[in-house]
């Protein structure tokens, strides 16, 4: 009987022994070593100042479930880290094992505790200016030189080779990268979208910015330690990074060499690769003068758009005695412009027949029909277009046509009348009139806009609106329609569009 | 009262921060206290102090919630008489489970665990006797008796949970000792598979809720 119940009961104590950490003491790490690149961060734990990188941290159970440091560094934006320390599982399993007596026993003992890492290294990233104007710069493409079965390092141990099965399997199918590339340029100066060459939007996207980017990785090293899901260790990468023309093709405008250092913290095997990269994009935003250089080329971009200079001759003032005969005398000067995809209006701005319009209503047009007030048709060669702002020079080869005066749209003052004068809808509709005033002086996309309630609808585009002394302040360009959205117009100011397409009156 | 309170003291000290908690029901809890089978329901709580562990306490009672001894459907011989009796049993207990999740993740999977508890444990045998001789008084062991017990079950569990994800479910077996099964006095004619196991195993399947 004695017999019986000792043997248990000796089972029980033996059992219970191991697995009481105050008596077997710890098996993992109790401590770790975190830095920060650059290093002399301020170390924050759980609000409370501890101490400067590199700190050394060792558990305490008081600190929670999940430790949370704060790193803060002047210039740098404040970057937080999470540590869970674990029971190991051998010890888990006494505790379960024995109605988890042994947990309450070693619950507030440190020594139960391992840390996943012995030392931990976190980038810092430098603050964003405020910028005024964000560098819009799409990504097309993530290249690699890397060839297949490449070296990639190491995983707990173990070679990485290049591969679809690897780990960093996302290398091998480097466009899957360019969603990293946008991540890490997130919230920096540079407006970075993912775009596909040869399709509409992309092709948009890269005719607005001039320029995109294409990085190319050319290596990666790892060297990552940690449990089959996590992983810590530095991951070594180099890149190239190529801002390419979107004006001539292959051709590069800036080429930065780049090598970085990825210290993962924790992160699953797979995302190493992408968080890699958005780390390496983030240093190429904070790279010195990059931004200067982009600005000076998209600068060179845009004048290169505006073409060479056009000289017109300024015509004379359309006479008229009152304001009741000014709208019937200045419509003389608002034509409609036909191509075999449709029709838009325009305005002659010189008598000897060159008329401003609108990019869209010519499009890709060298020659275009243009039906003048009076009834007749004339062909007119497209001289010039900016696609940047939407506008086009056009001319008819005539003489003493009847011009519109070229006003001052930076004098016009919110609720002064406007009027606009198109052909809506129909090519029977020309010369159309409609009234409202200026709402507002907008910048959509880094371009300048007069917006107005004045009634446009399409075909109106490329028309005039005239101020109250029947002189033209802008170009009318688009408006936003939609369910319950009424007066909402936008027009070029004519200044803008007079420098962007070149253009110089002379007396 | 002494075992209710470490239970609920165990609970609420495991109670940390990252816990989940899941109310379970026990739809079929098989369980042998005697050496006939005997089902049972439960209800009772489910708390995960790590992503491996989880304990749990189980309020147990009889499936049949108004046991009769009913038909007198055993029949044995007893000292010189044939006995006929029936037996009921009412049972009503508390078992703490202490769980560890073998595969990794999210307390769900298969696991295997310990479990502690007591039952109360009434057994009713209302005996009929018969004999050959003509005459013979009946004797003072034939009257229908009444055997409180207590019994202290410990053993290990095995089972599959899924995780404590809104509403969840287990399937377990478990095998283990009904301690102090011995120390009944039950009336001497039962058969062995009404007398108090000292080996036992349950089974069963519980659904949760928790979160």
């Known amino acids: 009987m004695y017999i019986r119940c000792l043997v248990p009961t000796g089972l029980l104590i033996i059992l219970l022994a191991s697995g009481c950490a105050s008596i077997i003491g710890g098996t993992g790490k109790q401590s770790l070593t975190l830095n920060t690149e650059p290093g002399g961060a301020v170390v924050y734990l759980n609000g409370n100042e501890k101490g400067s990188t590199p700190f050394t941290y060792s558990y305490s159970p008081d600190d929670g479930k999940e430790v949370v440091f704060e790193l803060r560094q002047p210039g740098y934006k404040s970057a937080t880290v999470t540590v869970r320390p674990e029971r190991n599982n051998a010890v888990l399993f006494a505790d379960a094992m024995l109605f988890h007596i042994p947990y309450l026993v070693d619950k507030n003992d440190p020594r139960m505790y391992a840390l996943p890492t012995g ?16 560098q819009m710069l799409p990504i097309t493409a993530v290249t690699t030189d890397l060839p297949t079965r490449a070296d990639l390092g190491k995983l707990h141990g173990k070679p990485v080779k290049l591969d679809k099965e690897s780990p960093f399997r996302d290398l091998a199918q480097p466009e899957l990268l360019t969603g990293a590339v ?6 920096t100066w540079i407006d970075a979208r993912v775009v596909r060459m040869g399709t509409t939007k992309g092709d948009e996207a890269l005719q607005k910015a001039k320029m995109y980017l294409r990085p190319n990785v050319k290596s990666l090293k790892a060297d990552l330690s940690g449990e089959r899901l996590t992983c810590y260790g530095p991951v070594e990468l180099e890149m190239d990074w190529k ?6 093709k292959d051709s590069v405008l800036v080429s930065i060499p780049q090598r970085t250092t990825y210290y993962a913290n924790g992160d699953r095997p797979a995302d190493v690769v992408n968080a890699a990269i958005t780390h390496a994009a983030r240093l190429f935003a904070e790279e010195e003068g990059l931004q200067e250089r982009l600005g000076g080329h998209y600068g060179t971009s845009i004048a290169l758009s505006k073409g060479g200079e056009v000289l017109l001759a300024a015509p004379p003032a359309i006479v008229f005695n009152s304001r009741r005969e000014m709208i019937p005398a200045l419509v003389k000067a608002v034509v409609t412009i036909q191509t075999d995809k449709g029709h838009g209006s325009g305005f002659i701005v010189s008598s000897d027949g060159f008329l401003i319009t609108n990019e869209h209503v010519v499009g890709n047009e060298s020659i275009v029909r243009v039906k003048f007030e009076q009834g007749f048709t004339l ?10 702002f939407d506008l086009a020079l056009v001319k008819v080869q005539a003489t003493d046509l009847p011009a519109l005066t070229i006003g001052d749209d930076s004098i016009l003052m919110l609720g002064e009348e406007l009027f606009a004068i198109g052909t809506p809808l129909d090519a029977t509709l020309g010369q159309s009139v409609s009234r409202g005033v200026l709402s507002g002086r907008r910048e959509l996309d880094g371009r300048n806009y007069l917006q107005t309630d004045v009634s446009i609808n399409p075909g109106n585009s490329g028309g005039p609106f005239i101020d109250e002394d029947g002189k033209v302040v802008g170009v009318a360009t688009m408006k936003i329609s939609g369910k319950g959205l009424e007066g909402l117009g936008f027009g070029v100011p004519i200044s803008v569009a007079l420098e962007m397409l070149n253009i110089r009156m002379t007396r | 009262m002494r075992t209710h309170c470490f239970f609920l003291l165990l609970f609420m000290w495991t109670n940390g921060a990252i816990a989940q908690v899941g109310v379970r029901a026990t739809l079929f809890h098989f369980e042998q206290q005697t050496g006939r089978s005997g089902l049972n329901w439960s209800i009772g709580l489910d708390h995960d102090p790590s992503d491996r562990t989880s304990i749990g306490v189980d309020f147990i009672s009889q499936m049949n919630l108004f046991s009769e001894a009913g038909d007198r459907t055993e029949s044995t011989e007893y000292d010189g008489y044939n006995v006929f009796y029936g037996v009921a049993r009412t049972v009503k207990g508390l078992q703490f489970r202490s769980t560890y999740f073998i595969s990794a993740y999210g307390n769900a999977g298969f696991y295997m665990g310990t479990y502690v508890g007591f039952r109360s444990i009434e057994l009713t045998v209302a005996p009929e006797v018969s004999s050959s001789g003509f005459g013979s008084p009946t004797p003072n062991w034939a009257r229908t008796t009444t055997t409180s017990t207590m019994v202290f079950p410990v053993g290990l569990r095995w089972g ?52």
């Not at chain 1, 946008?182 to 919230?187: E, K, N, P, T």
């Not at chain 2, 001497?188 to 949760?208: C, M, R, T, V, W």
């Open chain 1, 119 to 134: 030392d931990i290294t976190v980038n810092l990233y430098k603050e964003t200016p405020e910028v005024a104007m964000r």
């Open chain 1, 182 to 187: 946008s991540s890490g340029l997130r919230d």
């Open chain 1, 243 to 248: 801002v390419m023309s979107a004006l001539g």
């Open chain 1, 379 to 388: 062909d007119a060669q497209v001289v010039k277009v900016n696609k940047d």
């Open chain 2, 160 to 211: 599959l949970r899924s995780e404590m994800d809104t509403w969840y479910q287990d399937v377990y077996f478990a095998t283990g000792f009904q301690l102090g099964a011995g120390n009944a006095t039950l009336p001497p004619f039962l058969l062995a598979k009404d007398k108090l196991k000292g080996f036992s195993i349950q089974a069963g399947y519980a659904i949760g809720f928790g979160g």
